[in-house]
């Protein structure tokens, strides 16, 4: 059962448009909502986190949407630029016990055109 | 700077002959994380440590086994890989309070199975 589910696969944007990606869930219990961005050979980082007891985060041109009814969530990226070119990954957690446990969605590649 | 670092970074073996990767951390993190990522995949936990306590996925095969001999250092250990180990092998790194906490990836070892 995937527990958190991503769309599109891939996106293809010029130069200062807006790319959309969005995720959902089913859990209820999950509390945090990351974005990971990698670049190839790199390992994933952190781009921005939200909980859920807000509806959107804004962290330079990166916003969180937080849907809690519908449990969904989205990232948009204002006014995005050639080096944004890289896979995004959402994923959602919970407290396990001892530690916090990530459970990554399927990666959207995204492509922005000079 | 505080940092998540993996040895080698692409690891070649030959279909059965043990190998085993390293990662190692300077930011003290009480959490130590390690994720397969296959080719245009989202990263799978394989299993984390909380400090000294072992937690290991259900489904991680029993193939897959880890050792943490300090706070520092954490090995993933394959004993006897098959080509469909081949992956990037991510560590990551989480201070493991109550918090909304962030990973912390290092760069990931390639690993190649002949």
């Known amino acids: 059962q995937q527990q958190v589910k991503q769309s599109p696969q891939s996106l293809i944007v010029q130069k200062g448009g807006i790319p959309i990606i969005n995720c959902a869930y089913e859990n209820t219990a999950f509390d945090y909502f990351p974005w990971y961005q990698q670049f190839p050979g790199k390992g994933p980082a952190l781009l921005i986190a939200?909980?859920?007891?807000?509806s959107e985060k804004k962290e330079g041109r990166f916003t969180i949407s937080f849907n809690k009814s519908a449990k969904q969530f989205s990232l948009h990226i204002m006014d995005s630029q050639p080096g944004d070119s890289a896979t995004y990954f959402c994923a959602v957690s919970i407290s396990s016990g001892s530690a916090r446990q990530l459970t990554f969605g399927s990666g959207t590649q995204l492509t922005v055109l000079p | 700077d505080a940092m998540v670092i993996q040895n080698p970074r692409y690891q070649v073996t030959q279909f059965g002959k043990p190998v085993t990767l390293s990662c190692s951390q300077t930011?003290?993190?009480?959490?130590m994380y390690w994720y397969q990522q296959k080719s245009s995949q989202a990263p799978k936990l394989l299993f984390h440590y909380y400090d000294k306590d072992f937690n290991n996925e259900a489904d991680t095969p029993d193939n897959f086994q880890s050792r943490r001999p300090n706070t520092s250092f954490c090995f993933l250990d394959i004993r006897s890989p098959g080509l469909g180990d081949a992956a990037m092998y991510l560590c990551a790194t989480s201070r493991g309070d109550s918090s909304y906490n962030e990973q912390f990836f290092g760069p990931g070892t390639r690993l190649t199975v002949l």
């Open positions: 930011l003290n993190h009480n959490v």
């Open positions: 939200i909980r859920p007891d807000v």
